[in-house]
């Protein structure tokens, strides 16, 4: 660990929790360098939704370098952006009856974000975001503005303006929170004023696995079309299958005016971002918010590869939701067994366990490592325990990691017992 150390800066934070040196990697199999094998619940934090170097990418890959095919293209027209633009607009925008206009921004989700909340602001003229509790969006200063943990926000060190934060789905027990985002829209002296939009997210993932109801997302959007805001939905790590439809807001039947998109997009763990957006918003000058890698033209031939395999029909889609099915089965079984100490949250397969501390959840990724399982935790606390393997892991090798994290959680509750006894 030598070189990491003393080259690397202080701000290394997921190898402080997974402190071995990985070598090789296939679906949802890590390898270290003393040939150890790890259980990956991790996916690469939602971006290997198709596991480590699908074979059915790789070579596609391949032999696009070999061929001398463009690697650096800033937006221009290349074969590659050409064939995944086909792709997207033939198996994921026209099948679902979406009409959206294409944004390739910087290569990660953060400068998605940055551009989505320009594009509200410039089409409205209004300078207020509305973000909610527990969202997290990305640590630029726009996304950071937006992301409700105040660590992240910490580190800026100067005021960030331009944001209200309303209280999400569930923040408020049974009340239905958009009662009171509405009351405030109306109120002249709430404080808020009239905002230029709302950024949301279906599934917060960093913030600790809340759900949306389709409910409430759908007042949501009620109430953006009536106070004309704009309505920005994060699909960035709950995107490309991760819920069990493409986009995680399927089944709720509303109609976002942009879609950030990015981590798993890319197919390979190759970095892609880019934002979708309704035709009438794209008021863009050209090179208005630019960046020299608009367009991972590698990403796009892997992109297009997992969209070909993945998203031609709705079977990959199913197998999504038969095992976030099972893995909600037992990750409940899990829960069952320890009482009122744990709660599960989430859906599709990005679901956990939530812990009373962040130091018992913590306790239980760390036995996992030990275990050769790689998991982390999240929310505003660090108290849940998020399950994001791989969509594509095999069923097998998903319920050994949940026997291997089902024996951390036994193990840590009951350690924590002994301590307070």
Not at 47 to 55: D, Q, S
Not at 103 to 128: D, W
Not at 304 to 319: G, M, T
């Amino acid at each position: 660990m030598e070189i990491f150390n003393q080259l690397e800066s202080n701000v290394r934070g997921y190898c402080r929790s997974f402190p071995v040196v990985f070598t090789k990697a296939q679906n949802a199999l890590l390898t270290d360098s003393d040939g150890n094998e790890y259980i990956d619940f991790l996916g690469g934090a939602g971006t290997l939704n198709y596991g480590h170097n699908n074979p059915k990418f790789k070579q596609a890959l391949i032999d696009y370098i070999n061929s001398d095919g463009m690697t650096h293209g800033l937006d221009m027209y290349t074969n590659a952006k050409q064939a995944f633009l086909e792709s997207f607009q033939n198996r994921i925008l026209a099948p679902r009856n979406m009409h959206y206009r294409m944004q390739f921004t910087g290569p990660t989700g953060t400068n998605a974000v940055e551009a989505a909340l320009k594009l509200a602001r410039k089409n409205t003229g209004r300078h207020t975001i509305v973000s909610f509790t527990n969202g997290f969006h990305g640590v630029t200063q726009g996304s950071v503005a937006v992301t409700a943990n105040q660590k992240y926000k910490d580190s800026v060190g100067m005021p960030l303006p331009g944001v209200q934060f309303m209280p999400y789905d569930g923040y408020l027990g049974d009340f239905n929170t958009l009662e009171y985002f509405e009351k405030a829209l109306q109120d002249k002296s709430s404080g808020l004023g009239h905002p230029a939009g709302v950024i949301v997210e279906c599934i917060q993932g960093e913030g600790g696995l809340n759900v949306a109801s389709k409910e409430w997302m759908q007042g949501l959007q009620d109430i953006c079309r009536r106070y004309d805001m704009v309505l920005i939905v994060d699909d960035i790590q709950a995107g490309c299958g991760r819920s069990g439809t493409f986009f995680s807001f399927e089944e709720f039947g509303i109609e976002p005016d942009i879609i950030t998109l990015s981590k798993s997009l890319g197919g390979y763990g190759l970095p892609m971002a880019v934002v979708l957006l309704k035709e009438e918003l794209d008021s863009w000058k050209p090179g208005e918010h630019n960046g020299t890698f608009r367009g991972n033209n590698h990403a796009f031939i892997t992109a297009r590869q997992a969209l070909e395999h993945y998203w031609a029909d709705d079977s990959f889609a199913k197998d999504v939701q038969k095992k976030a099915a099972h893995l909600k089965a037992r990750l409940k079984e899990i829960q069952a067994k320890h009482g009122g100490q744990l709660k599960h949250k989430g859906r599709g397969i990005m679901q956990g366990l939530e812990f009373k501390s962040g130091e018992l959840a913590e306790a239980v990724t760390e036995l996992a490592f030990k275990r050769n399982l790689v998991i982390e935790t999240s929310g505003s606390e660090g108290q849940v325990v998020k399950v994001l393997t791989p969509l594509t892991i095999e069923t097998e090798q998903l319920d050994r990691g949940l026997d291997i994290l089902a024996s951390c959680v036994a193990d840590a509750l009951s350690e924590n017992v002994s301590k307070a006894s």
